[in-house]
């Protein structure tokens, strides 16, 4: 003898749209916590504080420190001025809207600097910045 339940059946659904709501929202984390996890790849130098700094690192980018005896160098490794250009030269053919960042010690002569800026500038580069540390005082 078949019984019969007074409660109509329904098939099973699998709700999709909670799923897909779940899965943005990994994916957006997971995009935050990555572009927040960037290295900066220069030589460490003593870099004068700015209250108007904001830190903006990006993995393509040309990174150029000058230290405090006037030393050039491009991506931990030192390099001469001749080779520095050549190499700027390179990169610059490559893709011409890469950005350069120029970090210099506390204790860099000013005209090392200008020398840095000037190798950048005649290479072609446009988007030049001198990377300082943040004022971290209210």
């Known amino acids: 003898m ?13 709700e999709i749209i909670p799923l897909i709501d779940v899965m943005f929202f990994l994916l ?9 996890m960037s290295k900066q790849q220069t030589v460490g130098v003593n870099l004068p504080v700015a209250s108007s700094s ?14 405090a005896k006037g030393d050039l160098f491009l991506n931990k490794e030192a390099v001469s001025l001749p080779a520095l250009e050549k ?8 893709d011409a809207q890469t950005p350069v960042y120029i970090s210099g010690d506390r204790e860099t002569r000013h005209g090392d600097m200008v020398l840095a800026l000037d190798t950048v500038r005649r290479a072609g580069f ?5 990377q300082v540390q943040p004022n971290t005082a209210p």
């Open 2 to 14: 078949k019984l019969h339940s007074p409660i109509a059946a329904r098939r099973t659904r699998l």
């Open 28 to 36: 957006a984390s997971f995009m935050m916590v990555s572009l927040t």
């Open 54 to 67: 904001t830190a903006n690192f990006k993995p393509d980018m040309i990174n150029l420190a000058v230290n």
């Open 87 to 94: 190499e700027l030269a390179r990169r610059f053919a490559l």
């Open 126 to 130: 446009s988007k030049v910045a001198f």
